[in-house]
């Protein structure tokens, strides 16, 4: 189990691991892959935080295009 700290809020977030032997230049090598399990209300949070950020970056790029067509 692992803390992520995110301004005053803690919460636990527990972590799917997946191990997985590959052979790589014939050596057998082990990955492991840590997938977080969210709660619903810990997936629909990070959903609106995406959606966000994506939002600002569309808004700033498009910005930008209308500024340089009304310049040209």
Known sequence: MSM???GDLISNIRYKKEIE???F???EITLE??????TPEQEAA???EL?????EVFR???D?????EAGT
């Not at 930008?64 to 340089?68: D, H, L, V």
Request: aromatic content about 10%; cysteine-free; hydrophobic content about 25%.
């Open 60 to 62: 700033k790029y498009a």
């Open 33 to 38: 892959n840590l997938s977080p399990v969210f």
């Open 64 to 68: 930008k295009r209308e500024s340089e």
């Open 21 to 23: 032997i590959v052979t």
């Open 51 to 55: 959606e966000q950020q994506l939002y």
């Open 4 to 6: 992520e700290r995110k």
């Open 25 to 27: 230049q014939g050596k």
């Open 46 to 48: 990070k959903r609106r």
